[in-house]
């Protein structure tokens, strides 16, 4: 193209040189139209690069005078309290003497009452417990949704109690998926699934279709994609919560009863969902429920009881995820899949499954003989309690 073309547009001056044929005529006009949509194209490009140099600059400028910081920049050695606290190696959640009090009027509900967990970076964990008490209180407060009362707790290194609104939101986006037993709440009803995961992806400003395609085929439903919610089973509607809950890379998925609407066999290949993410994407799983039955599908399950850990369940051997066991699971953990251990939180209690105590003739809120017998701790009815 000629300077002069480039400063006026195309150079369309002999066209009307009558020594031209037809037809030379037709393709000087078509390569002056293309001419001029390059040039348009060249133009609108330069204004876009100029801008975002713009913005680039900006962005450095303000990130130099400390705007714009990772969450691990804001959460790094800047507090005094927490100056000589450590979270324990490979420890993705650690929860440590958390309470969370509600307050409706004059009565006020403990939801948690000093609870301690970790969870290890990569593992696949289930805290089971009854209606009420707490699994969904720490699900939201592991997930940023809600804040503990009292309490210290770490998610990937990130002190949550320090995050302010902005951050938390940064956190949530960044750091944890979420899926809820209420799949109204995982999903946008008249969007079809691709378009659910995808609309997660735009809200954290990351767009990826490649990847939100790839997620359904993960939980086995890309032939379902274009499918609205209300086309879809319950199971297969978990399933795109999944996805939707993996959007955005997280490093934690949280599930809150994952399994509560459905059947064994969905919940069977719900759960086999979780386990492929697990071992073939390292994401870290935490489910929350009351199913009992689920306890044979993970590795290691720990019981909730009244806003506290009571006692924790790990497996002997490694699950196939494709046996008939996992398919075909039955309620209980007394099967002798999993070795069973107590507690001890970090205030010395130590929690008693009911079973343990009426075999051993104990009762609640009774005194309890004590005593250390061969490295062995062993508790039993005293003489005065007969
Ligand atoms: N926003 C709230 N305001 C007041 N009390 C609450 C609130 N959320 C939970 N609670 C109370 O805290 C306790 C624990 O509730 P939570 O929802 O964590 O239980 P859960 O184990 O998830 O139960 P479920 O299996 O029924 O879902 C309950 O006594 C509940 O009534
Ligand atoms: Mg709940």
Redesign the pocket.
Known sequence: MSVKEKETGPDISNLNDSALSKKERAELIKKAKQDAKEAEIRKKTEAREAAEKLKAEKFAEEKKAGKHKTLAEITEGKDDYEQDFKVPDNTVVYCENLVKL?K?GDIE?M?LQGLDLSVQDGEMIAII??????????MNIIGGLDRPTAGRIYVNGINLLKLDDNQMLQYMRETVGFVWQNTARNMIPYLNALDNVKLVMQMAGRLDSNRANELLEIVGLEHRKKSKMHELSGGEQQRVAIAIGLANKPKILLA??PTGAVDTKTTAQIMSVFHRLNSEMGVTVII?T?DRQLSHMVPRVVT?SD?RIGTEFIRREEIDVNSDEMMNATAGHDSGSHIEYGFIDGRRRLFIPEYYLSKAGLREKSKVGIEVKDGKLELFKPEDND
């Open positions: 509600y409706i509900v939801a417990g009854n209606s009420g008490s707490g699994k969904s209180t720490l809150d009863e929350v009351h909730i806003g």
